[in-house]
């Protein structure tokens, strides 16, 4: 325990945010598509599939890695994560097979991912109890930039390699990387912990000193509820209209593909931006605040989307969506902690990522009905309006008088 003390806490942000870069690989399935289809002789919407898969096991795995903290500690947890993402991408190098490779890229890649995912953020955040939201909103920050800093170099090993070097190298690079820093580096604070100077508000006891509640305890409170059906919900406005961002802007406001790409590139910004801002309002402005701000930024995206056909209005409104969905993650990362305290805010936080499977199937499924019975999208923009406003509300009902402070009175 006294050599856990020592440990240089920036050294473990600095392994966590390494491990949410490539985590975040997840998202760059759609530059392997082309090649694996080329190479393997295999149909698009095979190969296309895959990422889906990657996807749901990535939700999957977010929401078992936050059980897994609080009973494995973050090594053992963190080593488990990065031999199944790395190993199921190195193995994915010899297959010659779809429905095999749905196992091992798909299933065990993506299961990895989100157990590294999870992990990651809360070990990270521990260590910082008084900047925990900025913590939080680096990391995903870092993860949702992967594709945008990954991309280049992976287009171009595919390019100058082929697929089976690239997933080669890729797979072998994971595996010990990953599971070198998840050895040496990733490790949560001993109990009672605080960094130098680290101060409670003034006339409040600090809630990493109180006793946490257990999951069995907070599954039994309407807080935790309200927080699952927000992190349900949270996804939804996002879900709606991004997979047909492209054919939004191109079919229904006419502008061109080169316009296209210009807006779903600004999206990566956007999101990342709000990651980013959304972990540091809500150490400075709280979490209902900060959950409201991100809520209007995706009430007034809607707005735009339905009123306007100009450009300009069209990036923005898309830049807003993506920021409210973005500004909105580090509150869940931090609200389990404020509710329940942080022994068990990982697992908590991973039951509510299991609501994000089924939200992110519906979401697109709705979009598509509503269009073919309609002709148009606005019925799915005024859905994904209304329940931006739901969202909002089932944080804003939630009493100041938390869980966790309820037990330790």
């Not at 913590?135 to 287009?155: C, D, E, K, R």
């Not at 805010?345 to 019975?373: D, E, H, K, Q, W």
Request: proline residues 4%; glycine residues 12%; aromatic residues 12%.
């Amino acid at each position: 325990m006294a050599k856990e003390k020592t440990v240089n806490r920036g050294t473990v942000v600095i392994g966590s945010l390494v491990i949410a870069l490539f985590a975040g690989l997840l998202y760059t399935w759609s530059l392997f598509v082309r090649p694996i289809c080329e190479q393997y002789g295999w149909g698009m919407d095979q190969v296309a599939m895959m990422g889906n898969v990657m996807l749901a096991a990535f939700c999957g795995g977010s929401a078992i890695g936050g059980n897994l903290l609080p009973k494995w500690g973050a090594r053992k947890s963190c080593i488990c994560g990065s031999l199944m993402f790395g190993l199921g991408i190195l193995v994915s190098a010899f297959i010659a097979s779809p429905a095999v490779m749905y196992i091992t890229w798909g299933a065990c890649g993506g299961f990895g991912a989100g157990v590294l995912y999870t992990v990651g953020m809360y070990v990270a955040s521990a260590w910082f109890p008084d900047k925990r939201g900025l913590v939080m909103g680096i990391f995903l920050a870092i993860f949702g930039l992967s594709v945008t800093i990954l991309s280049s170099p992976l287009n171009a090993m595919l390019t100058g390699m082929g697929v089976h070097r690239t997933v080669l190298i890729l797979g072998i690079l994971l595996t010990v990387l990953l599971t070198a820093i998840s050895a040496t580096v990733m490790q949560m604070p001993p109990a009672g912990w605080h960094p130098a100077g680290y101060e409670a508000s003034p006339g409040k006891k600090n809630v990493d000193d109180m006793r946490s509640l257990s999951v069995g305890e907070a599954l039994k409170t309407k807080e935790f509820w309200l927080f699952a059906a927000a992190f349900i919900l949270m996804i939804m406005p996002y879900a709606f209209i991004s997979s047909y961002t492209a054919i939004y802007a191109t079919d229904v406001k006419n502008f061109t593909a080169e316009q296209a790409v210009t807006i779903v590139s600004m999206m990566g910004i956007g999101t990342a931006a709000g990651r980013f801002l959304g972990g540091a309002f809500v150490d400075k402005l709280g979490y209902k605040l900060t959950y409201a701000i991100f809520c209007v930024c995706s009430v007034i995206s809607c707005l735009l989307m339905l009123v306007s056909n100009s450009f300009a209005a069209i990036v923005f409104a898309f830049i807003l969506l993506a920021a409210g969905y973005g500004g909105r993650t580090p509150v869940y990362g931090v609200l389990p902690v404020i509710q329940f305290g942080p022994e068990n805010a990982s697992a908590l936080f991973g039951y509510g990522c299991f609501g994000t499977i089924a939200s992110s199937i519906i979401a697109p499924m709705i979009t598509v009905a509503t269009r073919n019975a309609t002709g148009s999208y606005t019925a799915s923009i005024i859905i994904a309006l209304i329940i931006s406003v739901a969202g909002m509300l089932c944080i804003l009902v939630c009493a100041k008088d938390t869980p966790v402070m309820k037990k330790n009175r």
